[in-house]
């Protein structure tokens, strides 16, 4: 039996050219090598099959492929032909026609702005055999599923990006402040004192938390505010405020689809934002399946639109 492990590839690609040519030198100008190389080649090729395949011809002139050399004649050059077939094809990926599961993972705020958009415009981007997967982003197991391949995409903060992830800004997004229309307070400008005096709603995306972003942005300026709830999803919140007197700060594309029932305002102080992301494992950097879900979040982000 042939020990595979060892074997040149280069081997085979000589004796394809051997066989055919029954001639040590024609087979050495067709390979661009020595004559004594291929010959050289030629003595491990009959000591890796056991059989001479090439013997001197009757006549004296080229030489005469053994029973064994011709038999080996067509399936080399079709075992070639496949290989070369599977180094050269360019891997690819067909929406319409493929079949794919994807799983993005993100925040709840992350799923309504963009993956809502996705998700409404999933039937004209994809055929019935690729899916699509929402799960809740966790920045501690994030590593762990992308390494089981769980997960294809993460859309989030830059808070949520692993460090060794590739990744790509999709936009920036700034904070608001959102209170229901009709609100006790008013419509008119609003000020600290009175953004501080309000019970306000708290995201908190760890849980169960009553310090947030807007709260480190209050210390710096020796000032606090009154948080009354605290809940660990975004879209708990604009049906929420619909409903009471409770004012909330969230990200403006969370909110903007909500103008109908709620009212949105500058914040009274200088706040700062952050920018919405898709980070995937380096693996997939060159997966065509992968680019073209990275590619399609981020026409969406684009051209977004509430």
């Not at 042939?2 to 024609?26: C, H, P, W, Y």
């Not at 004649?73 to 319409?96: G, I, T």
């Not at 019935?128 to 197991?141: C, D």
Request: glycine share 6%; aromatic share 8%; net charge neutral.
């Amino acid at each position: 039996m042939i020990d595979l492990k060892g074997l040149d590839l280069n081997l085979l690609v000589s004796l394809d050219a051997l066989l055919e040519e029954a001639n040590v030198t024609r087979a050495a100008e067709r390979l661009h090598l020595t004559q004594p190389a291929v010959s050289t080649q030629l003595g491990r090729l009959r000591q890796m099959f056991g059989d001479p395949l090439l013997i001197p011809a009757p006549s004296g002139r080229g030489m005469t492929r053994t029973v064994r050399g011709a038999e080996l004649m067509a399936p080399l050059k079709a075992a070639l032909a496949q290989l070369e077939a599977v180094v050269l094809k360019q891997p690819s990926f067909d929406p319409r026609a493929d079949t794919r599961r994807f799983s993005i993972a993100g925040s709840d705020q992350a799923v309504a702005v963009l993956g809502f958009q996705l998700m409404r415009t999933w039937p004209e981007r994809a055929g019935p055999n690729v899916q699509l997967a929402f799960v809740t982003a966790a920045q501690s197991t994030s590593v762990e599923r992308f390494e089981r391949g769980e997960v294809d995409l993460l859309i989030g903060s830059e808070r949520m990006v692993p460090e060794w992830a590739k990744a790509r800004k999709l936009y920036d997004e700034r904070f608001v402040f959102v209170q229901r229309k009709g609100h006790p307070r008013g419509t008119g400008p609003l000020d600290l004192d009175t953004y501080c005096a309000l019970d306000h709603v708290l995201v908190s995306t760890s849980g169960g938390q009553f310090f947030g972003f807007m709260d480190e942005h209050l210390e710096r300026l020796g000032r606090t505010r009154r948080v009354a709830l605290s809940v660990q999803h975004f879209t708990a919140v604009p049906q929420l405020l619909a409903l009471t007197d409770y004012v909330s700060t969230l990200p403006s594309r969370l909110v903007t689809r909500h103008r109908d029932t709620l009212d949105i305002f500058e914040l009274p102080f200088e706040a700062r934002g952050f920018a919405m992301s898709a980070a995937w494992h380096p693996r997939s950097h060159l997966d065509p399946a992968n680019t073209w879900l990275r590619e399609t979040v981020a026409d969406i982000a684009l051209n977004w639109a509430p």
